[in-house]
């Protein structure tokens, strides 16, 4: 059984005791998590959340890129949210390469160098410090006051507070 079909078998089992049909597009709680897409940092299970209590916005890195700040945008402006989770992690990949490098990888293998940014870190901290300025920077964005940045430690579970 491939990894897909796994998936889809779970989603049968998962849809046959689904009470979540009467849930809101709005979260329960006005908080939306914005967080790296990988596999050991799971932000539902790491804050208690439950489907429908939270928006969570998640791609390589947790970096707060332009698409970032347009769900988020969403988020707050229609949906209800007023506060956010910014969380990066130790041993992140995008510490662990260089753009360019990958670029020129991608660009000899297909012929084609990609446009979008790879957004790439050394300071996991200091990247932290950078999304958070930069929702805190956003016109976009009406509800500034509690954004908050953290550093999740995929070693012991616990998050740590970047001010």
Do not use: W
Not at 128 to 140: G, K, M, T
């Amino acid at each position: 059984m491939s990894a897909i079909d796994a998936c889809l078998e779970n989603a049968e089992k998962y849809a046959a005791g689904f009470a979540g049909g009467e849930l809101s597009a709005s979260p329960k709680s006005p908080v939306a998590v914005i967080a790296c897409m990988d596999a050991r940092l799971e932000p539902a299970a790491l804050f208690g959340l439950r489907e429908g209590d939270a928006h969570v916005i998640r791609n390589a890195g947790g970096v707060v890129t332009d698409d970032v700040i347009r769900s988020l945008t969403i988020s707050q402006r229609l949906l209800g949210t007023r506060e956010v989770i910014v969380i990066h992690h130790t041993d992140c990949v995008m510490t662990k390469f260089s753009a360019a490098e990958l670029r020129d990888a991608i660009e000899s293998e297909t012929g084609v160098r990609p446009r979008f940014a790879m957004k790439t870190f050394a300071d996991l901290e200091g990247q932290v410090r950078r999304s958070v300025a930069r929702l805190r920077e956003s016109p976009f964005l009406p509800h500034k006051q509690a954004i908050r940045g953290f550093v999740y430690d995929v070693a012991t579970g616990r998050l740590r507070e970047v001010v």
